[in-house]
């Protein structure tokens, strides 16, 4: 129950800074999107959070590992400070671009958006369920095992294909054409994670050279 509370706390602190990047550069709380957005970042979280601290809290204690400070590898430390830097930045442009009236999105792609929101963060949560190891920082644990069922079957990373799927529906979701730039740095920022991590798993991960062969692309099917 520990783990269940800590990641009760977490979420609030999380959205409270969600809110602040959100409604801040938009100047307003009469601001649909961004409820909207933090309130489907909050229920895809929280729900199989939820599961997780029941069923498997190990896997979400791993989860909630977050950030630099919990990586070892330099590498994994500059790119997850660099990525977290880039959300921050794609949602304060996101909700500025709305404020200043730079894009004109309409309300169904701005749900559209937000379905994306949903997916990528779903895909994510699933991985977790799917792999208890599948933490959020890069690092072998001792007894963990390749896993190449479910969504793993089809891609090696499905995690940050989820990662991919929720910028891409960020700046839409908030109102923004223009913060769609930065899903390009934040794509090659996911690039470098994992050829780094790759780095990592063939070293230390048993069966991980013999998964590579059976599925093989990282991120994206018949394209890398």
Do not use: C
Not at 124 to 142: D, F, R, T
Request: hydrophobic letters at 60%.
């Amino acid at each position: 129950m520990l783990i269940g509370l800590q990641a009760a706390v977490s979420a609030v602190v999380g959205f409270a800074v969600f809110a602040v990047l959100v409604f801040a550069p938009a100047g307003t709380f009469g601001y649909w999107r961004g409820w909207a957005f933090i309130a489907v970042f909050a229920v895809v979280t929280m729900v199989p959070s939820i599961y997780l601290a029941v069923n498997d809290p190990a896997a979400l204690r791993r989860r909630m590992q977050a950030g630099p400070t919990a990586e070892t590898r330099p590498v994994q430390k500059i790119a997850s400070a660099m990525a977290f830097a880039l959300l921050a930045v794609m949602i304060v442009a996101a909700a500025l671009d709305y404020r200043l009236g730079w894009s004109s999105v309409p309300d169904g792609l701005s749900v559209l958006g937000d379905v994306l929101v949903a997916i990528g963060l779903g895909i994510a949560m699933l991985v977790v369920i799917q792999n208890s190891y599948a933490a959020a920082n890069v690092k072998v644990e001792a007894g963990q095992a390749v896993v190449s069922t479910g969504l793993y079957g089809l891609v090696r990373h499905p995690m940050y294909v989820g990662n991919v799927i929720m910028m891409i529906g960020i700046p839409p979701a908030l109102g923004s054409y223009w913060a769609l730039v930065l899903v390009i740095p934040g794509v090659a920022l996911l690039a470098v994670r994992i050829l780094d991590e790759e780095k990592l798993l063939r070293a230390e991960l048993a069966g991980y050279d013999q998964y590579t062969r059976e599925v093989r692309y990282r991120l994206l099917p018949y394209v890398w």
